[in-house]
């Protein structure tokens, strides 16, 4: 009678056991992989991202944004590149959001503004009004454009690139958050 309950039972046993060692050689796997694919990072991607998010230690791209996370694997914050034009041409910028409603910085990537406009942006610490910045707040003063609520200082002879600025990264925040999960 032992022996037919070992027999009935060794089944059940033994695929049980193979699950069990299946399902933990896949962890190790995952672990090693994700491992692999975080040092394998474009570190010049990660570089940027440091600029805005210095705790940043990994990123996962989906979708257009970064998911930012810190070496506690913890996400952090997210972040794309967008694109618009400027007074002279095309710009790109990196933008660093902290949640879906606050900006945590930006980073010109390129751009093709003359340089004496864009050296009044840079000496004036234009990029610096972005640190913090409610993504609906994102707009030049009123004293500007007539904006209401907007909470950045044009730069006076530089106002198209300071305009163009401002609207590409609003523009793009208020598209890119409604695909952060």
């Not at 991202?49 to 506690?72: C, M, R, T, V």
């Not at 694997?73 to 694109?83: C, D, K, L, P």
């Amino acid at each position: 009678m032992r022996a037919n309950l070992l027999k009935k039972f060794y089944p059940i046993a033994f695929i049980t056991i193979a699950v069990l060692i299946t399902v933990s050689l896949l962890s190790l796997t995952e672990s090693i992989t994700r491992a692999e694919l975080e040092s394998r990072q474009d570190q010049q991607t990660l570089e940027m991202l440091q600029e805005i998010f210095p705790k940043a230690s990994f990123y996962i791209l989906e979708h257009g944004i970064y998911f930012i996370y810190d070496n506690g694997r913890y996400e952090i914050g997210y972040a794309f590149y967008a694109e618009g034009r400027g007074y002279v041409g095309k710009m790109v910028i990196l933008v660093g959001l902290k949640d879906k409603e606050t900006i945590e910085g930006i980073i010109v990537v390129s751009h093709y503004e003359s340089w004496g406009y864009w050296d009044r942006l840079v000496e004036s610490n234009f990029f610096d009004q972005f640190i913090g910045l409610k993504i609906e707040d994102c707009a030049l003063k009123k004293k500007y454009y007539g904006i209401v609520g907007g909470q950045v200082d044009g730069v006076t002879g530089a106002t198209v690139s300071s305009r163009a600025v401002v609207d590409i990264v609003r523009e793009a925040a208020l598209e890119k958050v409604k695909s952060i999960r």
